[in-house]
């Protein structure tokens, strides 16, 4: 098998990978799990924007992990992660490693990437695509 041939199944396990980490980030916010990482620990305060951030990324990221409706969900956390960088990032300085938006930049753009690509063979959306699970 030429190492081309596992171009789907390698985007099926970065979409896995990279939607365990993202969800680790809204439960973090949201749960405190696996730990707190708001300002003076805890949780986000209920309707705060980061708040609606861990919505986002926990039952987003829980989506992408499953491959189910990946492409609008990806693009609705593109857009997350945009907002989240100009807004919590770049007032902070122009460079992503200096201000620590680098990983908003770069969840930006691989959902992004996933929004166009889909989520591979590995997914909900690929049983659907068959006919394999009902709509």
């Known amino acids: 098998m030429k190492w081309q041939s596992w171009t789907p199944y390698l985007l099926g396990m970065l979409r896995i990978v990279a939607a365990f980490l993202f969800i680790q ?11 707190a990482i708001m300002p003076g620990g805890g949780t986000a305060p209920m309707g705060s924007l980061p708040w609606v951030a861990g919505i986002l990324e926990t039952v987003g990221g829980s989506l992408l992990l499953l491959g189910l409706f990946t ?3 990806a693009f609705i956390l593109s857009g997350e992660m ?3 960088y100009f807004y919590g990032h770049a007032p902070n300085g122009f460079w992503p490693v200096l201000n620590q938006g680098t ?3 770069f969840y930006c753009f691989l959902w992004l990437y996933f929004s166009a690509a889909g989520p591979g063979p590995w997914s909900i959306d690929a049983l659907r695509r068959a006919g394999k699970v009902a709509t």
């Not at 980030?25 to 730990?35: I, L, N, R, S, Y």
């Open 82 to 84: 945009a907002v989240a």
């Open 71 to 73: 492409r609008p969900v």
């Open 25 to 35: 980030v809204g439960t973090a916010k949201w749960f405190a799990f696996p730990a």
């Open 103 to 105: 990983d908003a930049v």
